[in-house]
Structures are given as C-alpha cells and as structure tokens.
Nanobody
Framework: QVQLVESGGGLVQPGGSLRLSCAAS????????MGWYRQAPGKQRELVAS???????DYADSVKGRFTISRDNAQITVYLQMNSLKPEDTAVYYC?????????WGQGTQVTVSS
C-alpha cells in the first residue's frame, strides 16, 4: 500500500512561484514513477509533469520552461517547482505514483493564481 500526501498549495499572484511537495510512504515507493496531475473546474484531469525512478522527466507543453519536477528518493518526496504562474494554472494538483500493476493518488492541493 502506498500513501501520498501533497502540500504547498495556496493563493499566488500571476508571475509568482509555488513549490508543491508530495510525501510518499509504502513498500518499494522509490521504484515507482511519480507524477503531478491537475484538474481545473469543468475540465479533465491532465498530466503536468512526471519523473521515473531513474530521474527521467516529462512535461506538458503548457508548463515547459516554467515548472520543474524532482524527487528525493532518500526522503521519498516528489517536488513540483512552479514559476511564472498564470491564472490558467489554477487547479487542484494531485500527486501520482505508478508501476506496472498499481496507480495511487493523493488527495490533492489547491493552487489558485489570481491578482
């Protein structure tokens, strides 16, 4: 069983920054691919960024150059550094852990970008 707990969301002005954290616990979690997804009101959940157990990363086109995903396998934590935030980044952000057999989700953290 894997548990994921997100933190770091909040209200920020356009152009600002936030850092999301996802604390993971569970068996062999360091071997899981991890990711951040987001879901805005009335929209489908979408992948924002992902990172493999080996550190390879992938990003949605809309966040490339602004967001950075990283992981600390010793602390079993995944981070999402979000810079140059835009109002369209407003959403609930979810942490995800996956391997070939299982997918786990956190409960989400709200990010609101507004002046």
């Amino acid at each position: 069983q894997v548990q994921l707990v997100e933190s770091g969301g909040g209200l920020v002005q356009p152009g600002g920054s936030l850092r999301l954290s996802c604390a993971a616990s569970g068996s062999s979690i360091s071997m899981y691919a991890m990711g951040w997804y987001r879901q805005a009101p009335g929209k489908q959940r979408e992948l924002v960024a992902s990172i493999t157990s080996g550190g390879s990363t992938d990003y949605a086109d809309s966040v490339k150059g602004r967001f950075t995903i990283s992981r600390d396998n010793a602390q079993i934590t995944v981070y999402l550094q979000m810079n140059s935030l835009k109002p369209e980044d407003t959403a609930v952000y979810y942490c995800n852990a996956a391997n070939v057999a299982y997918i786990y989700w956190g409960q989400g953290t709200q990010v609101t970008v507004s002046s």
